[in-house]
């Protein structure tokens, strides 16, 4: 039910009461609140060891299973772990546990029992006693496990450098691979131009955002240009120590899965990912697309990589629409595409501009062409998209609870009222006869 046709008359039976049944016939819940919470504190401990019967001997006497708490201890170690325990488990059967939890054989896991002032071995029939000396493992956490092969991570841009970081911090061997000559993505370091500024106020572009960072300060504007941007990549790729990991001027070309047996299950039957990568010392991008290399570069220079994972991160707006419009050829005028760098703006001044699309490096390219004082711009379009006022933009993404499509209208519409045009009005708004809702 959408909030629009929320009726409070009809709902008034609905009032939630939490001291009494949640519905008619639905039985009160007999674990409390505190129940649950000691259960999530006690989440830790490890499951209690019962006896299995089916061990002993046949006609052996029943034994004890009162309960204990066996306190195991790592020799060399001050890490302790209590677990409760029959006193009819024997000393094979807590080996055994430990093993599935640490990954450890449970052969090569010992122990050992003090008797006044000496030690001695405990053989695995033996009951566990109270107080054990482990040997055989170095800790009770289960050691990550480590590929033969690294991870790899492609494309060295926001997201990929956020992906390092993480890797980074986990103590992971990985090698992130990228087109470019530097860090920063293709995005900001090949189809920005230099005048580009970032669309957003939100910190999320900012590659220490999180909670276990400090607020960062090297900005000083809310919208950063794109060589800020990418000064702020490349300083906070060096304090994060991920440029050692960082393979720049090489690319991908393929990827071809090694698997093993037809014997082990379709899960476990990738060993690893064979990766063919190559040199490109000139970037070697046009509109986004791999061009063929040149006869001056060097030929030869592809290898292969083995890896256990790939995190692929391409960007967006990597392939530009080409259009060839009648007339070009005898027009005086410069044509271009309004990204990588192609068009020079000192040309502009003063002069009359069209704008060819109504996207966002369309709507940055009216802003750059007011910074460079242009005397009249023509914005042609098959259809007006809406644009977004920013504080239309702030209650869309920064609020707690999502913003109703109906209210982020209501938002923008003083600024629409400003140059005389109805938002509702535009091919991608639907809405119903009294404006209370619509889709975008």
């Known amino acids: 039910m959408s909030a629009q046709n929320f009726d409070p008359e009809w709902a008034k039976h609905l009032k939630h009461d939490p001291d009494k049944p949640l519905g008619v016939g639905v039985v009160t819940p007999h674990v409390t609140w505190d129940e649950c919470r000691k259960h999530m504190a006690s989440k830790g401990t490890p499951e209690p060891i019962s006896h299995d019967s089916n061990r002993r001997a046949e006609g052996a006497m029943e034994p004890s299973r009162t309960w204990i708490v066996v306190t195991l201890s790592i020799l060399g170690s001050e890490e302790q772990m209590k677990m409760p325990a029959q006193t009819a488990t024997t000393c094979q059967e807590v ?12 052969d090569d896991i010992h122990f050992v029992q003090k008797q006044g002032s000496q030690y001695r071995y405990m053989f695995n029939h033996e009951q566990v006693a109270r107080n054990m000396t482990v040997r055989g493992i170095e800790t009770f956490t289960r050691p990550k496990f480590r590929y033969a092969d690294p991870k790899v991570i492609i494309g060295a841009g926001h997201i990929g450098l ?13 090698v ?14 090949y189809q920005a131009n230099s005048t580009s500024k970032l669309q957003t106020e939100y910190g999320a572009y900012h590659l220490c955002y999180g909670e276990e960072f400090a607020i960062p300060t090297d900005f000083t ?38 698997e ?32 063929a290399p040149s006869l001056e570069e060097d030929s030869g220079t592809e290898e292969t990589f083995n890896c256990c994972s790939i ?3 391409p960007g967006n707006l990597t392939l530009p629409r080409q259009e060839t419009y009648k007339g070009e050829d005898i027009f005086d005028g410069d044509i271009g595409y309004a990204m990588f760098n192609e068009i020079d703006y000192q040309k502009v ?18 802003r750059t062409c007011c910074e460079f004082d242009v005397a009249q711009i023509y914005l042609v379009c098959r259809r007006k998209n809406l644009a977004c006022p920013r504080v239309a933009s702030w209650m869309a993404n920064r609020t707690l609870h999502p913003l109703s499509n109906a209210r982020f209208m209501k938002v923008a519409a003083p600024m629409y009222d400003l140059i005389g045009f109805d938002p509702w009005s535009y091919h991608s708004v639907t809405a119903n006869e009294k404006r209370t809702t619509c889709q975008i």
């Not at 080996?95 to 449970?106: C, D, F, I, N």
């Not at 379709?266 to 690893?272: Q, V």
């Not at 001044?349 to 009216?366: M, P």
């Open 95 to 106: 080996a055994e546990r430990l093993g599935m939890k640490v990954g450890a054989s449970p």
């Open 162 to 174: 956020r992906m390092a970081m993480f890797l980074n911090e986990a103590l992971d061997d990985f």
């Open 176 to 189: 992130v691979f990228d087109r470019m000559f530097r860090v920063g993505g293709t995005s900001w370091m």
């Open 221 to 258: 504007t809310p919208w950063p240009s794109r060589n800020a941007l990418l000064d702020h990549f490349q300083r906070v790729s060096e304090e994060q120590g991920i440029l050692p990991h960082i393979r720049l001027n090489t690319n991908v070309k393929s990827m071809e899965v090694i």
């Open 260 to 291: 093993r047996g037809k014997e082990v299950p379709p899960p476990y039957r990738i060993e690893r990912y064979e990766l063919t990568i190559e040199r490109m010392e000139a970037g070697r991008l046009r509109y986004g697309k791999v061009v």
């Open 311 to 313: 995190c692929m991160f």
């Open 349 to 366: 001044e003063g002069e009359n501009v069209t704008i060819v699309g109504h996207g966002a490096f369309a709507v940055e390219n009216i």
